[in-house]
């Protein structure tokens, strides 16, 4: 599949997550964002980037406990429990996280 984003063209998976990582940036979420319907928002954005900083950072992705946990250690127990990042992500924070913040999708992930 191609996503379109300014004028370039991003090869994505069937599944909506984008092949290559490096093209990424905040437009390329927009886009995505927008296909899965969700507005972003400061929160999501707070989400998104701490993702992309734990992605890049120690090279693979958390399962759905420890990408909670994580949150809860950076953000807060008031941002890192399933209620909160469902209310932002109802179709699965973990998945929509990584596909909005241009990483594969989660090995644990359906």
């Known amino acids: 599949m191609v996503l379109m984003v300014d004028s370039r063209q991003l090869e994505t998976t069937d599944q909506g997550f984008l092949v290559k990582t490096a093209e990424w940036n905040e437009a390329v979420a927009v886009q995505l964002a927008a296909l899965n319907q969700i507005t972003l928002t400061e929160a999501h954005w707070e989400i998104i980037l701490f993702m992309r900083h734990y992605y890049l950072q120690f090279k693979h992705l958390p399962n759905a406990r420890v990408f909670t946990k994580a949150i809860a250690k950076e953000f807060g127990e008031e941002k890192g429990n399933s209620r909160y990042l ?9 998945k929509y996280t990584c596909k909005l913040a241009g990483l594969p999708k989660p090995p644990t992930c359906l």
């Open 86 to 94: 469902h209310r932002l992500f109802p179709e699965g924070p973990l």
